[in-house]
């Protein structure tokens, strides 16, 4: 076998080992073919030059997966540096918006506690179909975000308290091509929401909203998503932006707001190609809109298996999403949640940007939109979602790595 094929068949025993490592501060992800990809190439080019094929391969996923840790903390570093204005870390280490705590359904008199204590009230929101209301709390002049939540904590025992923590986006677009190959899928009539950055013009979709400031605005991850989805056969494609051009984009209440809204619209599927920290209001967000019947499908991320489980794919009931490339064999730098339900192709082929170019992509963020269509493809069939899939699923070995097997197998366009 070969140093790729050696290292594939030995990652799942190398995960195990790796899942035990301390948690790291979540992190922003990279464009692929930059950071990740500098990790990922440079670890396998030493492969072939190690003594022992077996040990040599194990070292070399454990020299990526401490790359990648390195990697995502020195962006977060990065980050926070240059957005001291908008952004700072939580009482956890994750980076948040500037200065404001949310509350979620908040008793009135725990509120009068926070305004006495030199909280005040930023704003409300009543989330209608998720059936939330959230309260944004602005941190006393003085007080940094960590000692903020630590003290309202204090003042609200049993509250539901966060940071408006950050989420990233789960893949990067390389070169671009020509040539594209036009085959399409059959079309799929459930609607699909996605909860990303706003795709291009040439990407057709039926609405799209903004909730972060100068959103909509189109970008080349929300492009290439979009376009998966729409070349995967969904007819019906909502986009609730959540980046924009705002410093402290993807944030949770913005996700919330957005799945709000994509709910109201009859999105049946949503499409979250984000990874963040676990955040409470995200958490009951998550399980409002599982209530209400929808399916919500979600990237690992591409931080590696040292990094910590992703959010919102860690939750329950969430479609977990991992990525292969064009062999089928799992992404090295794809991340971990506290389960891996499916894979799908998520690299070795190409997506739309922003200004229509199709370019090479890689990262679980591409493999997701593909698993959401063919969830939506499993609702037009009027099965069961999860057993649709189950059967539909090409089996992978091991488990741990590729989940109940992989979806969309032919969905990759290369041309």
């Not at 008793?107 to 509120?111: F, G, K, Q, V, Y």
């Not at 996700?255 to 709000?260: K, P, Q, S, V, Y």
């Given at each position: 076998?070969?140093?790729r094929?050696?290292?594939a068949?030995?990652?799942?025993?190398?995960?195990?080992?790796l899942?035990g490592?301390p948690?790291?501060?979540?992190?922003?992800?990279?464009?692929?073919?930059?950071t990740?990809?500098?990790?990922v190439?440079g670890?396998?080019?030493?492969?072939?030059?190690?003594?022992?094929?077996?040990?040599g391969?194990?070292?070399?996923?454990?020299?990526?997966?401490?790359?990648?840790a390195n990697?995502?903390?020195?962006r977060?570093d990065r980050?926070?540096?240059?957005?001291?204005d908008?952004?700072?870390?939580?009482?956890n280490?994750?980076p948040?918006?500037k200065?404001?705590?949310?509350?979620?359904?908040p008793?009135?008199?725990?509120?009068e506690?926070a305004?006495?204590?030199?909280?005040?009230?930023?704003?409300?929101d009543?989330?209608?179909?998720?059936g939330l209301?959230?309260?944004?709390?602005a941190?006393?002049?003085g007080?940094?975000?960590?000692g903020?939540q630590?003290r309202?904590?204090?003042?609200?025992?049993?509250a539901?308290?966060?940071?408006?923590t950050l989420?990233?986006q789960?893949g990067g677009t390389?070169?671009?091509?020509?040539?594209?190959d036009?085959?399409?899928?059959?079309?799929?009539?459930?609607?699909?929401g996605?909860?990303?950055g706003?795709?291009?013009a040439?990407?057709?979709?039926?609405?799209?909203?903004?909730?972060?400031?100068?959103a909509?605005?189109?970008?080349?991850?929300g492009?290439?998503?979009a376009?998966?989805?729409?070349?995967?056969g969904?007819?019906?494609?909502?986009?609730?932006?959540v980046?924009?051009?705002d410093r402290a984009?993807g944030?949770?209440?913005a996700?919330?707001?957005?799945?709000?809204w994509?709910?109201?619209?009859?999105?049946?599927?949503v499409?979250?190609?984000?990874?963040?920290?676990?955040?409470?209001?995200l958490?009951?967000a998550v399980?409002a809109a599982?209530?209400?019947?929808?399916?919500?499908?979600?990237a690992?991320?591409n931080?590696?298996?040292?990094a910590?489980?992703?959010?919102?794919?860690?939750?329950?009931g969430?479609?977990?999403?991992?990525?292969v490339?064009g062999?089928?064999?799992?992404?090295?730098?794809?991340?971990?949640a506290?389960?891996?339900?499916?894979?799908?192709?998520?690299?070795?082929?190409?997506?739309e940007d922003?200004k229509?170019?199709?370019r090479?992509?890689r990262?679980?963020s591409y493999a997701?939109?593909l698993?959401?269509?063919r969830a939506?493809?499993a609702?037009?069939?009027?099965?069961?979602?999860t057993?649709?899939?189950?059967?539909e699923?090409?089996?992978?070995?091991?488990?741990a790595a590729?989940?109940?097997?992989?979806l969309?197998?032919?969905?990759r366009?290369t041309?």
């Open positions: 076998m070969n140093a094929t050696i290292l068949a030995t990652c799942a025993a190398v995960l195990a080992l899942a490592a948690a790291l501060a979540q992190l922003g992800l990279p464009p692929v073919g930059q990740v990809g500098g990790v190439d670890t396998l080019g030493t492969v072939g030059r190690t003594l022992d094929p077996v040990t391969e194990a070292e070399a996923i454990g020299r990526a997966a401490a790359s990648l990697a995502r903390l020195e977060l980050l926070v540096r240059r957005n001291r908008a952004i700072e870390r939580d009482a280490g994750d948040a918006v200065g404001e705590l949310l509350v979620v359904d008793e009135p008199r725990a509120l506690a305004r006495a204590a030199g909280f005040a009230v930023a704003g409300e009543k989330l209608g179909e998720l209301s959230v309260t944004r709390l941190v006393p002049a007080m940094d975000l960590a903020a630590k309202i904590e204090a003042l609200m025992p049993g539901q308290i966060s940071a408006d989420n990233f789960a390389q070169g671009a091509k020509r040539g594209i036009q085959r399409t899928k059959p079309a799929i009539a459930a609607s699909v996605m909860i990303d706003a795709p291009g040439s990407i057709p979709v039926a609405a799209t909203r903004g909730f972060a400031a100068g909509p605005a189109p970008s080349n991850h492009s290439a998503v376009s998966l989805l729409a070349s995967a969904v007819r019906t494609i909502y986009v609730a932006d980046y924009g051009t984009g944030n949770a209440l996700i919330a707001r957005g799945l709000d994509l709910l109201g619209r009859g999105a049946k599927v499409s979250i190609s984000l990874v963040g920290p676990p955040n409470p209001l958490a009951r399980a599982q209530r209400k019947g929808a399916v919500v499908v979600a690992v991320g931080d590696g298996p040292a910590p489980p992703s959010y919102p794919a860690s939750y329950p969430v479609l977990a999403i991992t990525a490339d062999h089928d064999r799992a992404l090295i730098e794809a991340g971990r506290l389960h891996i339900d499916y894979a799908a192709p998520g690299a070795d082929m190409l997506a922003a229509g170019r199709w090479g992509v990262g679980t997701t939109p698993a959401a269509a939506a493809a609702l037009d069939a009027r099965g069961t979602v057993a649709t899939l189950d059967r699923a090409q089996r992978l070995s091991p488990a590729f989940g109940r097997g992989l969309c197998a032919t969905c366009r041309r």
